[in-house]
C-alpha cells in the first residue's frame, strides 16, 4: 500500500468503529424523534382457540424509511423477528398465527430496526386473550307444560357473552326463520298461539358475523304443548224434557286444577247466561226451572283460572229440546168391534222422540181415573174377549222413572159382538169362465180390515189358498178347474174364523178362438179401402166387444176412452196416432178409408165377454204398397198369330190376385164384348185380321171402386193365311252395326215400308215407293218393320236390332225351315266379317267354343228354337230369336210370329214391344175418362 491511501484508509476505520455499538450492529444518524410502533390486532384482542390471529407493527414515521426488521415482546420477552423482505412473506410488519390453545394468550409489543441499525422505540403492550368456544344453552318461558294458544319464548344463552353474536334456530334439523308463526330477535325465538303441531326439540347455536367462529350447538330442548282441559256437559233429565219441568246442566272439566269459575253460553251466538228469575248459575252447574218451549237450544260452557291454564276449552253443545207432555194414543188389535171369542191387544203408544224410557202404563176403563182398570210395565195389554161385557171406552197414560207421567189419551170404543159373521162368495164370471182366462173369486163381508182369506175347492177340509184380501184370482188353465168353491175369513193369534161361505159353483168352457179377415186382400195398395174384422164362432148371443193388436204392441187390460165408432178406431195421421187410435177401438170392424204406408203392421184381435177373454187370433199380416197398382198384361200363348187361331190376353196386378175386376181396350178404345172375357181373361177365338192391335188392361176392386194404372201397350199381330207380300232385307240379317247403311222393301207394288219404334208408329224416313234406305243406321232405329197396304193390311212383320258395340250375331230375320241347316256368325265392327274365336250361347248356357267364329246347325227342329248370342274377348252380340217353321204354307206364318214373339217376350235388347207406345200414350188420358 502507497503512502497516499493511508489516511483513507485510516478514514473510513474511524466512521465504522464511531457507528458500531457494543452488540455488533451500526447505528445511523437520524435527527427526528424516535418513532413508537403502534399493534393493531385483527380479528379482535380477544378470539377463541382454533382462529387465525393477525399482529401488525404499525410505525408511523414519515419519509421514506426502509424497517427491514421487526422485533415481537411478548410479556416482555423478544419473540420473534420478522424480515419484511423475506421471499415468503408479502407483508413486513405483519405477525400470523393460530390461536391453537390458550397458551398464546399475552401481551404483546414490537419495534422496528432499521438498516443502518436504528431502532424505534417499543410499542406500548396489547393484550391476547384466547378463549376456548363457548357453548350455548336454551331457556323456555313458560318453563312448564305449555297449553294451546299461549306464547312460547325460547332463548340462546351464550357464556361468556359477546356482543357481535347471532344466533340461529333449529327443530329438529329444520332451521327456523321468522314468518306469521315464528319470530327470531336475536338470541330468541317466539310462539305464537301454540299449537300441539309445535311439540318437539328445539336447539340454537351462536355465530359472529364476519368470522368463522360458532358457539357449540346447545343441547335439545323438548317443547311438549298440550291442549287446553276438555269441558263436557251433561243434562239432567238425559232424555227429552217436558214443559215445567226443571233442568240441570252440569259443566264438567277434565282437569287436576280445583279454582275453575264457570260460564255458561246458549246457542252458538254466545250468549252469556246470568243467574235470573229463569236461570241459575252455580259454580258448574246451569238450573233451568219450569223449562219452556223457548228454552230449546243449544247449551256449552268453559271454565277460567287466573293461573296458567287460563282456561278450559269450550264444551261441545248439548241440544236441549223441551216438548209438550205427550198424549198417548190407544190403538186396538184386530179392531175396535170384534166377536166373543178373539183376542184383543190395546197398546199404549206414546210418540215423543228422543230415548224416552217409560217404565209404567196405566188403563182406565170407561173414563174412571182414580181406579185404573189395571197397570202394565209393558205399552200393550192383551185380553180375552169372553162376552159383550169388554165392551167399553178405554185409554192409558205412561209414566218414567222420574215420575214424570203423560196425558192421558183420549178414549177409544171397545165393541164386542156375539155374532159370529157369514161371507158372501161372488165370481166376476158373469157366466161360464173360458180357459185361459184369470177368474177372481171375492169373498164380500162387512168387516173392517185386518182379516185373511181362506179358500176352498169342492169340500170345505180341502183349503187351497190364503190370502191377506178378500180376491182370489187364479188362471183357468183347463175345464178341469171348475166345481164347488167356499171362503171363510180369520184373524188373530189364534185365529179366530167366520162361517162359510155358501157354496159357489164355477163352469169352465173351452175359450174360442178369434180370426181376423181382411177385405179386399191382405196386400193392398196405398189408397184403397181395407177393413178388417175380427169374428168369434160362439154359441148363443152373448155381446162381445173386441181388442185390436198391430205387431207387438202393448194394450191395457181396459182401455183409457174406448172407442166403438169407425172414425175414430183408425183416425190417426201417423203410425203412433193411429196405433194408438187402434189399442182404444172394441168395435168388431177396423175400416180404413185411405190405406197408407204407416198403417201396415201384422193384426191381431181379441173377443171380450165380460171379464172373459177369447184366445188371441192369428196375426195377419197387412203389407201396404207405396206404389199405385199397376195391371200388367201378357198373351198366351204369344202375341203374333195367324188368322182362325186362338190367343188369350191376361190382365193381372203383380203380387195382388184378390178381388179385382177388369176392363179392357184396343187402340183406347173399351171393349164392352164381356162375352170374350172371363176375370182377368180376353180371348180371341177365332182370331180376325181386324183383331190386331195395342191392348191394354186396367184393374179395380173395393167400394168406392180402386183402380190400377192402365197396363202397359201389349200388341197383338194377327196375319193373314198366305204371305202374298213379302218384306226383303239387305244385307239379309236380325242384327246390325250402327252407322251401317240398311235396305228394306216390299216385293209388291202398293205396299210401303212401315215401323214400329220404341217412340211410335211412323213410315220408314226415306221410302221410296216400295223401297225404305237408311245410310246410317242408329240404334233409335232398332224395332219391327212390315209391309202396309192403302187400306192398312200389314203383311211379313220382321225385327231389326241396331247395336252400338263390337260384336253382333248374323242370323237370318226370317224363320229356319225344319230340316235345313242353321248357321250363324259372330262379326266385329271393324271388319264386318266373322272373328276367329268365339262362344255361342242359346238361351244363356254355352253351347259351342269355335275357332273359325260360325256355328253350323244341321237338320233343325222346334228344339232348337231360342234365343242365341255370342261373346268375344272384344264384347257381346245382341240375343236374336231364331224361329224354326215346319215346311209348308202354314208354318211360314207360324215362322213371323215365333220372330216377333222373340222381340216381346224376353230380351232387354228387344225395344220393339214398345212400338205401339204411340197409341197407347195417344189414348191414356181417354182411359180414365172412361
Request: net charge neutral; charged share 20%; proline share 4%.
Amino acid at each position: 500500500m502507497g503512502s497516499s491511501a493511508l489516511p483513507l484508509l485510516l478514514l473510513l476505520i474511524s466512521i465504522l468503529h464511531s457507528g458500531l455499538t457494543q452488540d455488533g450492529h451500526y447505528n445511523y444518524e437520524y435527527t427526528g424523534e424516535r418513532p413508537k410502533p403502534v399493534v393493531k390486532v385483527s380479528p379482535d384482542q380477544r378470539v377463541f382457540t382454533g382462529e387465525t390471529v393477525t399482529l401488525t407493527c404499525d410505525i408511523q414515521t414519515g419519509g421514506n424509511i426502509q424497517w427491514i426488521k421487526y422485533s415481537w415482546i411478548k410479556d416482555g420477552n423478544p419473540y420473534y423477528q420478522y424480515y419484511p423482505y423475506n421471499l415468503y412473506t408479502p407483508s413486513a410488519a405483519e405477525l400470523s398465527f393460530r390461536a391453537d390453545s390458550v397458551s398464546v394468550n399475552g401481551q404483546y409489543s414490537c419495534r422496528g430496526e432499521r438498516s443502518d441499525s436504528q431502532r424505534s422505540d417499543i410499542s406500548a403492550a396489547v393484550t391476547l386473550t384466547v378463549s376456548a368456544l363457548p357453548r350455548s344453552t336454551v331457556t323456555v318461558t313458560p318453563d312448564s307444560a305449555v297449553f294451546t294458544g299461549e306464547t312460547v319464548n325460547l332463548k340462546c344463552v351464550t357464556e361468556p357473552d359477546h356482543s357481535d353474536w347471532t344466533y340461529e334456530w333449529y327443530k329438529y334439523r329444520v332451521k327456523l326463520q321468522s314468518d306469521g308463526h315464528y319470530t327470531v330477535n336475536r338470541d330468541t325465538l317466539t310462539i305464537s298461539g301454540a299449537a300441539e303441531s309445535d311439540q318437539g326439540q328445539y336447539w340454537c347455536k351462536g355465530l359472529i358475523n364476519g368470522r368463522s367462529v360458532n358457539t357449540y350447538s346447545s343441547p335439545v330442548v323438548s317443547l311438549s304443548v298440550k291442549a287446553l282441559p276438555r269441558s263436557t256437559v251433561t243434562v239432567t233429565p238425559d232424555s227429552a224434557v217436558f214443559t215445567g219441568e226443571t233442568v240441570k246442566l252440569k259443566c264438567v272439566i277434565e282437569s287436576d286444577h280445583s279454582d275453575w269459575t264457570y260460564v255458561w253460553y246458549k246457542n252458538r251466538n254466545s250468549v252469556k247466561l246470568q243467574s235470573d228469575g229463569r236461570y241459575t248459575v252455580n259454580r258448574d252447574t246451569l238450573t233451568i226451572r219450569g223449562a219452556a218451549a223457548s228454552d230449546q237450544g243449544q247449551y256449552w260452557c268453559k271454565g277460567q283460572r287466573s293461573e296458567r291454564p287460563n282456561s278450559s276449552q269450550s264444551s261441545s253443545a248439548v241440544s236441549l229440546s223441551v216438548k209438550e207432555r205427550p198424549k198417548p194414543v190407544v190403538k186396538v188389535s184386530p179392531d175396535q168391534r170384534v166377536f166373543t171369542g178373539e183376542t184383543v191387544t190395546l197398546t199404549c203408544d206414546i210418540q215423543t222422540g228422543g230415548n224416552i224410557q217409560w217404565i209404567k202404563y196405566s188403563w182406565i176403563k170407561d173414563g174412571d181415573t182414580h181406579n185404573p182398570h189395571t197397570t202394565t210395565s209393558a205399552a200393550e195389554l192383551r185380553f180375552r174377549a169372553d162376552s159383550v161385557s169388554v165392551s167399553g171406552q178405554y185409554s192409558c197414560r205412561g209414566e218414567r222413572s222420574d215420575s214424570q207421567r203423560s196425558d192421558i189419551s183420549a178414549a177409544v170404543t171397545l165393541t164386542v159382538s156375539d155374532l159370529k159373521p157369514k161371507p158372501d162368495l161372488r165370481s166376476d164370471s158373469a157366466g161360464a169362465a173360458l180357459t185361459g182366462n184369470t177368474v177372481t173369486l171375492t169373498c164380500n163381508t162387512d168387516l173392517s180390515t185386518g182379516w185373511d182369506f181362506y179358500w176352498y175347492k169342492n169340500t170345505q177340509e180341502s183349503e187351497i189358498k190364503m190370502t191377506r184380501t178378500n180376491s182370489y184370482s187364479m188362471k183357468i188353465d183347463s175345464v178341469s178347474d171348475g166345481g164347488q168353491y167356499w171362503c171363510r175369513a180369520g184373524r188373530g193369534e189364534p185365529v179366530y174364523y167366520t162361517q162359510y161361505s155358501d157354496e159357489l159353483t164355477l163352469s169352465v168352457t173351452e175359450s174360442p178362438k178369434a180370426v181376423v179377415t181382411v177385405r179386399p186382400d191382405e196386400r193392398v195398395f196405398r189408397g184403397e179401402t181395407v177393413t178388417l174384422r175380427c169374428d168369434i164362432k160362439w154359441r148363443g148371443n152373448t155381446e162381445w166387444t173386441y181388442r185390436w193388436q198391430i205387431d207387438t204392441q202393448q194394450t191395457a187390460d181396459k182401455p183409457i176412452n174406448p172407442c166403438t165408432r169407425p172414425d175414430c178406431c183408425t183416425s190417426g195421421t201417423n203410425q203412433q196416432h193411429y196405433r194408438t187410435a187402434v189399442s182404444r177401438c172394441s168395435a168388431q170392424e177396423l175400416k180404413i178409408s185411405r190405406v197408407e204406408v204407416f198403417h201396415r203392421g201384422k193384426y191381431s184381435c181379441t173377443g171380450q165377454m165380460n171379464t172373459q177373454i177369447s184366445q188371441r187370433s192369428d196375426a195377419v199380416a197387412l203389407t201396404v204398397s207405396s206404389d199405385e197398382a199397376q195391371a200388367a198384361v201378357r198373351v198366351s200363348p204369344q202375341p203374333w198369330l195367324t188368322e182362325g187361331h186362338s190367343v188369350t190376353l191376361i190382365c193381372e196386378v203383380p203380387g195382388s190376385s184378390t178381388g179385382w175386376t177388369f176392363s179392357w181396350f184396343r187402340d183406347a178404345d173399351h171393349l164392352s164384348d164381356s162375352s170374350r172375357g172371363a176375370g182377368g181373361s180376353y180371348t180371341l177365338s177365332p182370331a180376325a185380321l181386324q183383331h190386331t192391335g195395342v191392348y191394354t188392361c186396367r184393374a179395380e176392386r173395393g167400394e168406392p171402386a180402386y183402380s190400377s194404372q192402365n197396363s202397359s201397350a201389349q200388341p197383338l199381330w194377327v196375319t193373314g193365311v198366305s204371305a202374298s207380300v213379302r218384306l226383303v232385307l239387305r244385307p239379309s240379317r236380325s242384327q246390325h252395326f250402327s252407322s251401317d247403311s240398311l235396305s228394306l222393301s216390299c216385293d209388291s207394288a202398293g205396299w210401303t215400308v212401315r215401323r214400329y219404334t220404341h217412340t211410335n208408329t211412323q213410315d220408314c224416313s226415306a221410302q221410296t215407293g216400295s223401297t225404305c234406305g237408311i245410310q246410317s243406321l242408329s240404334t233409335s232405329d232398332t224395332g219391327v218393320y212390315w209391309c202396309e197396304s192403302e187400306s192398312g193390311e200389314k203383311r211379313h212383320p220382321l225385327n231389326i236390332t241396331v247395336h252400338d258395340g263390337a260384336v253382333i250375331l248374323e242370323s237370318s230375320a226370317d224363320p229356319v225351315i225344319e230340316g235345313e241347316t242353321l248357321t250363324l256368325h259372330c262379326l266385329h265392327r271393324s271388319t264386318n266379317s266373322s272373328i276367329l274365336t268365339a262362344d255361342f250361347y242359346k238361351d244363356g248356357s254355352l253351347i259351342q267354343n269355335q275357332t273359325t267364329g260360325e256355328i253350323s246347325i244341321p237338320t233343325v227342329s222346334k228344339s232348337d228354337e231360342g234365343f242365341y248370342y255370342c261373346k268375344t274377348d272384344r264384347g257381346e252380340s245382341p240375343h236374336s230369336w231364331i224361329s224354326v217353321r215346319v215346311s209348308g204354307s202354314t208354318s211360314a206364318q207360324i215362322s213371323v210370329y215365333k220372330i216377333i214373339s222373340f222381340l216381346l217376350a224376353v230380351c232387354v235388347y228387344l225395344q220393339a214391344t214398345a212400338v205401339l207406345v204411340y197409341k197407347y200414350i195417344r189414348a191414356r188420358a181417354q182411359l180414365h175418362c172412361v
